[in-house]
């Protein structure tokens, strides 16, 4: 899932010396042996005015003790955060009788059950009660569209693989509206999707965007694995794309095969939601990806520019996180806990494809991707304090210890960096193998090398830190370990892949096009880089505050409102007015602010002026990043 925000200071060389990253090693890991009979699963999301799955599931089963579990750990989030507290109402019958379960107190996504003799299948009934509204969570029912997670409305037997659980699942969907998925559909009877068997952890990999508004385009023409752009929209008018903004993504498509040299799905597709009224999110899976943004996606062509990093994105997670994976993401069923050491590498290096594929395809103008760099450039440079005392290595363990939950103090606290400080510790990796090859040799290489293995094949490879230092030292000989040790454990930021790039980072009086067009998106003023904060539009709160910058200094925290500025009622124009004195006069910042029930007087103390990042070529330097960007 992309994270645009906004990388290097090497360490000694005693840092080569690395070990291995850790595995989950559970105390009894399940039985690789199939499950056996097959499990059934029907989902009603007819009920749109309540927004409640009905979900009925037919278990084979033996009599004696079984223990039922709900998915804990889903692949993709990084975190043990399967929604049980969103599962009511089960129940649990046999033979027409009903059987009385117990929950682990320890493990409450577990319930025990006694199956009694003569009984060899047991029934199970439960609602899964979606969000109502955004502050419970991410909403994924609406009156016109639906994103339906597998992992969601189903109880699986413990004991045993989730590649070797059989399942046939079927969806029932309101009246007229189409889907798009991954799984293969075998009939369909009315508003009934009947799919066909596959084993739990393709079913829980293959979720289901539908809706009343749905419109498929074919990526790839006539291509033996067909590629589909599968979108759901809020309304009609938003499903109108023209050729011209069609082309760029079939051409993402063309660069992603050249890139990898591979394709391990038999079909792919993007399921695609364009929605004020259903949450956006971003997930991977290895035939498909769950992408939600909003409405103007096509009809806000240039507006939407922020936006378009995010399919390229979750593209490459089909090659890099699911085809080939982690070795402590690798585990057997959706209990036993993931280990995220290499997220640097999953999520980081994915990040950083995400940009290029943008500009390689058409998606975005270089320049365009030249200035999102540049936010990220400016945010290590500027905006990441807590770097001093934690590490980019460090990060990848926040989808735990955060779990995404809103940060009050982002800079001084961190917040998954391996995501952009992963895409500069690998923009570094590029520019050095171009170095070290002059210019022959390149992370493309080693792209296609690393996942581009098995052509075809959809079982997953794991790796380890080690086998990501080997592939690096067969495309060009170096250090690998101690290159890549001395930007992930350093407390500085990772930001000499820029200079190496031929490029460094400059700031201006101006936003660039591609800012000024993410600002308006997200409705914000963004004065980070100057007064060290940043402010919604819509109701002058401040959203951001860099910890120990000016604003923070003076005594602002995030929550805050502005309600004046040097004495008149406060507009955004008036306080880039007021910077703008500041640096010519040294002119005071004066702010009134409401926090809660105080509202008092700050001064901020800055005469530095409006200030926003840019990338600028280095004289004389090899341009680099010019040919990283370049389509293949």
């Known amino acids: 899932m992309p994270a645009l925000v906004a990388a290097l200071l090497p360490l000694s060389a005693a840092l080569a010396q690395v070990p291995a990253a850790p595995v989950a090693t559970p105390a009894q890991a399940p039985a690789s042996t199939p499950y056996p009979g097959t499990l059934t699963v029907?989902?009603?999301?007819?009920?749109?005015?309540?927004?409640?799955?009905?979900?009925?599931?037919?278990?084979?089963?033996?009599?004696?003790?079984?223990?039922?579990?709900?998915?804990?750990?889903?692949?993709?989030?990084?975190?043990?955060?399967?929604?049980?507290?969103?599962?009511a109402g089960l129940?649990?019958?046999?033979?027409?009788?009903?059987?009385?379960?117990?929950?682990?107190?320890?493990?409450?996504h577990a319930f025990d059950i006694e199956v009694p003799a003569g009984v060899a299948t047991l029934d199970v009934v439960f609602d899964m009660l979606t969000p109502t509204a955004a502050n419970q969570g991410r909403v994924v029912m609406t009156r016109d569209m639906l994103n339906l997670e597998w992992g969601t409305v189903v109880l699986y037997p413990a004991g045993h693989a989730v590649d070797g659980i059989a399942i046939t699942p079927t969806l029932e969907l309101p009246a007229g509206w189409q889907a798009g998925t991954a799984l293969e559909l075998q009939s369909r009877a009315g508003d009934v999707l009947h799919y066909?068997?596959?084993?739990?952890?393709?079913?829980?990999?293959?979720?289901?965007?539908a809706g009343r508004h749905f419109r498929?385009?074919?990526?790839?023409?006539?291509?033996?694995?067909?590629?589909?752009?599968?979108?759901?929209?809020?309304?009609?008018?938003?499903?109108?794309?023209?050729?011209e903004q069609i082309e760029p993504h079939r051409e993402l498509v063309a660069q992603a095969y050249k890139l990898f040299d591979s394709q391990h799905f038999d079909h792919y597709d993007f399921l695609f939601s364009l929605s004020d009224r259903m949450g956006g999110n971003g997930?991977?899976?290895?035939?498909?990806?769950?992408?939600?943004?909003?409405?103007?996606?096509?009809?806000?062509?240039?507006?939407?520019?922020?936006?378009?990093?995010?399919?390229?994105?979750?593209?490459?997670?089909?090659w890099n996180g699911k085809f080939r994976r982690p070795a402590g993401l690798a585990t057997p069923d959706f209990h036993t806990p993931?280990?995220?050491?290499?997220?640097?590498?999953?999520?980081?290096?994915?990040?950083y494809w995400g940009m290029v594929l943008a500009a390689r395809s058409g998606l975005w103008e270089q320049q365009d991707a030249l200035d999102a760099l540049a936010l990220v450039a400016a945010t290590y440079a500027d905006d990441r304090p807590g770097l001093s005392w934690r590490t980019v290595q460090d990060t990848t363990h926040d989808p735990i210890i955060a779990a995404r939950r809103p940060q009050p103090y982002r800079s001084h606290q961190l917040?998954?960096?391996?995501?952009?400080?992963?895409?500069?510790?690998?923009?570094?990796?590029?520019?050095?193998?171009?170095?070290?090859?002059?210019?022959?040799?390149?992370?493309?290489?080693?792209?296609?090398a690393f996942f581009g293995v098995n052509d075809g094949s959809w079982e997953v490879v794991p790796y380890r830190f080690e086998d990501v230092v080997a592939a690096l030292d067969a495309v060009a000989a170096h250090d690998w370990a101690g290159f890549l040790r001395s930007r992930l454990d350093a407390h500085a930021p990772p930001l000499d892949g820029l200079a190496a790039s031929g490029w460094k980072l400059v700031y201006r009086d101006k936003p660039s096009s591609y800012h000024k067009r993410l600002l308006a998106a997200r409705s914000t003023v963004d004065y980070t880089a100057s007064l060290g904060m940043a402010v919604s539009k819509k109701d002058a709160t401040v959203a951001s505050v860099r910890w120990d910058g000016p604003a923070f200094n003076a005594g602002i925290a995030p929550g805050s409102t502005l309600l004046a500025v040097n004495g008149y009622a406060f507009e955004t124009a008036l306080?880039?007015?007021?910077?703008?004195?500041?640096?010519?006069?040294?002119?005071?910042?004066?702010?009134?602010?409401?926090?809660?029930?105080?509202?008092?007087?700050?001064?901020?103390?800055y005469r530095g002026g409006p200030r926003y990042p840019h990338l600028e070529r280095i004289d004389g330097a090899r341009d680099r990043l010019g040919r990283i960007l370049a389509p293949l």
């Open 196 to 209: 066909g068997t596959v084993d739990f952890e393709t079913l829980q990999d293959s979720p289901v965007y």
């Open 575 to 605: 306080l880039d007015d007021a910077i703008k004195a500041a640096q010519a006069d040294g002119s005071p910042i004066e702010l009134v602010m409401k926090h809660g029930e105080v509202v008092r007087t700050v001064s901020i103390d």
């Open 415 to 448: 917040s998954e960096d391996y995501y952009n400080a992963g895409a500069l510790v690998w923009l570094a990796v590029d520019a050095k193998l171009r170095e070290l090859s002059n210019g022959r040799r390149s992370l493309d290489d080693f792209a296609s």
């Open 91 to 108: 129940t649990v019958h046999g033979n027409g009788q009903r059987i009385d379960w117990t929950r682990d107190p320890t493990d409450v």
């Open 283 to 318: 997930l991977e899976h290895h035939r498909s990806s769950e992408n939600g943004v909003k409405p103007g996606y096509f009809t806000e062509w240039e507006a939407s520019v922020a936006a378009r990093d995010l399919l390229p994105h979750e593209f490459v997670h089909s």
């Open 42 to 87: 029907a989902v009603d999301a007819t009920d749109l005015a309540r927004r409640v799955l009905r979900v009925r599931q037919a278990i084979p089963v033996r009599p004696g003790p079984l223990r039922l579990l709900f998915p804990k750990w889903i692949p993709g989030k990084h975190r043990p955060d399967g929604p049980i507290h969103r599962l």
């Open 338 to 351: 993931m280990v995220d050491s290499l997220l640097w590498v999953y999520e980081g290096q994915t990040q």
């Open 216 to 243: 498929r385009i074919d990526l790839d023409p006539g291509a033996e694995r067909p590629v589909m752009l599968d979108i759901v929209a809020d309304a009609p008018k938003y499903l109108e794309a023209t050729d």
